[in-house]
């Protein structure tokens, strides 16, 4: 394990690891393993067989199209996880194992009764409970079978969560709404990171829904708004407002591609000159036909004096012909 830099957990249709203590002993060994930072220091994937084909979660990139067709009632099992409560062929296998994962040593292994409740079983739980759940809420919208509502409590349980990835994208379905009910119920307000995609979302129509719980994530640090070819979306200055309230933000990756119907980004350039932190800031407006020179004009009026920490720029404006 000291070797390796990720594990991956293949699952059967019944989800049959969730249940062997023996898998959960080498999942919660990946889950407690920290960095020099204190950061967990392996990467966790999942990865299954659906209809002949293999779909896999691998953790850190959410936009995978193989992630989108992963049977989302396995997930759902993810939910219900607890590694105190899983099953060995034999009893003094799993005593030794919850015994090692609540932190005994080696000569208590065998002679500790083990806790019923321990607050390292509950941490493992939550961080695997969380993983599932980022992956199956984009999913529960895209089916129309559920409201979401089960995901967002799923995501409640980890008041300590840094890092929140959901991927809405390809969806008839939602709209900012859902992405807004999840972080409301679920983001804490120490969150660091935060990836929001909404790719190819057809109903997507005003980003409205999304000011407020964003606006209230003030410790942020990265953050990721993915739009791309959300060609109903009409108007983004909602989010003018949230963004400049940010001031902590270090990395703004701002995507538009593709939005034929958006134009006004003199607000926009406002919030931006706002987050005097910035470091690294990425503009995507490809072949948005509403903007034009004035329109760019505007924005970099506003922006970029102000941003003296700037050190990467990556700008974007791909099939206009105003320059």
């Known amino acids: ?20 203590i023996w898998c959960c002993f080498e999942i919660s060994m990946c889950m407690l393993e920290k960095d020099s930072d204190g950061a967990r220091r392996l990467k966790f994937d999942v990865v299954t067989i659906c209809h002949k084909r293999p779909s896999l979660i691998a953790e850190g990139l959410p936009g995978l199209d193989s992630t989108r067709h992963f049977p989302l009632p396995l997930l759902e099992r993810g939910f219900e996880l607890d590694i105190a409560k899983a099953v060995a062929t034999r009893a003094e296998d799993k005593r030794r194992i919850l015994n090692r994962i609540a932190g005994k040593e080696a000569s208590e292994l065998d002679t500790t009764e083990v806790p019923e ?25 895209r089916t129309s079978r559920e409201t ?7 995501l409640m349980v980890d ?3 840094k890092v929140m990835l959901l991927n809405f994208g390809y969806n008839s379905h939602v709209d900012a709404s859902a992405a807004a009910r999840a972080l409301s119920m679920s983001s804490p307000a120490g969150l660091l990171t935060l990836e929001l995609r909404f790719k190819e979302s ?5 980003a409205s829904a999304l000011a407020g719980p964003l606006g209230s994530l003030r410790a942020l640090q990265r953050l990721v708004l993915d739009f791309a070819e959300c060609e109903q979306l009409l108007e983004i200055s909602s989010l003018v ?10 990395f703004l990756h701002l995507n538009f591609s593709w939005c034929q119907q958006v134009a006004d980004l003199s607000a926009l350039g406002e919030a931006l000159g706002e987050l005097t932190a910035l470091t690294h800031l990425e503009l995507n407006f490809w072949w948005c036909p509403q903007i034009d020179g004035s329109c760019v004009s505007a924005l970099f009026g506003h922006s970029f004096e102000s941003l003296t920490a700037l050190q990467h720029l990556d700008l974007d404006f791909s099939g206009h012909f105003f320059f």
């Open 202 to 206: 057809k109903q997507l129509e005003s």
């Open 1 to 20: 394990m000291q070797l390796a830099e990720g594990v991956l957990l293949v699952l059967d249709a019944a989800g049959t690891p969730f249940n062997r």
């Open 148 to 154: 979401g509502k089960d995901m967002c409590r799923a």
């Open 159 to 161: 008041p300590e969560r």
């Open 117 to 141: 409740e321990h607050a390292t079983f509950d941490m493992v739980n939550l961080s695997l409970r969380n993983l599932f759940a980022e992956a199956a809420m984009p999913q529960s919208y």
């Open 241 to 250: 407002d949230p963004l400049a309230s940010l001031k902590m933000l270090q």
